[in-house]
C-alpha cells in the first residue's frame, strides 16, 4: 500500500482504460417523463483525471455563468458565493470493476459537503478516445434522471 495525499492507504491501481486526462464535450439529464436538460448549459467545459494510483478529480463548470468582480466590497467570501453558481469539482480515489463498466468514485472532497464520503457508482463506456459515464439521480422536483457525460481523451 502508498500513502495518499490524504493520509490513507491506496494499492496500485491495475493497467485501466480510465487512466488519463478528459475534457468535457457534453452534459445531459434524460428525465423520466421524456424531457432532455442540460444543467450546466450547451457549452459546459471540464476536466475529469484518473490517475494509476487510484486517485480522481472532475471539475464541470458553466461557460455562461456571471463573473465576479475581483474586488467585492465583502471580500473574497462573497466574490465565490457568487462563483459557485454553475460550477461542481470533486477529488477523490477510484476503484474499478471493468466486468460491470462501472467505476466507483469515493469523494474525499467536494464543492457540495454533502457529498464528501459518498462513493458514487457511474456507469461508463469507451469508444475510441470518447469516455462517456452515466448514473440513475433525482432532480431537485424528485424526478428520476439518466445523467451523462461524454469525455473527450487529451491524455
Excluded at 114 to 131: K, S
Amino acid at each position: 500500500m502508498r500513502p495518499s495525499l490524504f493520509g490513507q492507504g491506496y494499492p496500485v491501481m491495475p493497467n485501466t482504460q480510465l487512466v488519463g486526462t478528459w475534457a468535457l464535450v457534453a452534459t445531459e439529464w434524460r428525465r423520466e417523463d421524456g424531457r432532455h436538460g442540460n444543467p450546466f448549459g450547451p457549452n459546459a467545459v471540464g476536466v475529469l483525471t484518473y490517475d494509476a494510483a487510484g486517485n480522481m478529480s472532475a471539475q464541470v463548470m458553466r461557460a455562461d455563468r456571471a463573473a465576479a468582480a475581483a474586488d467585492q466590497p465583502d471580500g473574497i467570501e462573497t466574490a465565490m458565493m457568487s462563483a459557485f453558481a454553475g460550477y461542481i469539482a470533486y477529488f477523490g480515489t477510484y476503484e474499478v470493476d471493468e466486468a460491470r463498466s462501472v467505476v466507483v468514485h469515493t469523494v474525499i472532497g467536494s464543492a457540495f459537503p454533502a457529498w464528501v464520503g459518498a462513493t458514487p457508482n457511474r456507469r461508463f463506456a469507451i469508444e475510441g478516445d470518447r469516455l462517456t459515464l452515466s448514473d440513475s439521480v433525482t432532480a431537485a422536483d424528485g424526478t428520476p434522471v439518466e445523467a451523462s457525460t461524454a469525455w473527450q481523451r487529451v491524455w
